[in-house]
């Protein structure tokens, strides 16, 4: 199976920056559109951005609109979100997912899942 593992999580205070990598092994990681999700202790896991297989089109929810990049390198097998102008509401762990079958802002979409990596945002 696929495997993605996240890393570059950390604590950081409001209005700080993190860069999120997800690399992926397995199978052929140019074809997927890869996401970003997070969830918060005791909440649903929620979209955070998309970016399809070529990275020519990304997708954002309105809550990091304008403060979260995603990105991709293909030759890396490497997804990137960079996030900047942090909030406490950000904290959460963040997962990388790949392999959509469905609409891009849905966890039901994503076949494979990282393990996740911890994000903090103090105030």
């Known amino acids: 199976q696929v495997q993605l593992v996240e890393s570059g999580g950390g604590s950081v205070q409001a209005g700080g920056s993190l860069r999120l990598s997800c690399v992926a092994s397995?199978?052929?990681?140019?074809?997927?559109?890869m996401g970003w999700f997070r969830q918060a202790p005791g909440q649903e896991r929620d979209f955070v951005a998309a970016?399809?297989?070529?990275?020519?089109?990304?997708y954002y929810a309105d809550s990091v609109k304008g403060r979260f990049t995603i990105s991709r390198d293909n030759a890396k097998n490497t997804v990137y979100l960079q996030m900047n102008s942090l909030k406490p509401e950000d904290t959460a762990v963040y997962y990388c997912?790949?392999?959509?079958?469905?609409?891009?802002?849905?966890?039901?979409?994503?076949?494979?899942w990282g393990q996740g990596t911890q994000v903090t945002v103090s105030s």
């Open positions: 997912a790949g392999d959509r079958r469905g609409s891009y802002y849905l966890v039901q979409a994503y076949v494979y």
């Open positions: 970016i399809t297989s070529s990275g020519g089109n990304t």
């Open positions: 397995g199978r052929s990681f140019s074809t997927y559109t």
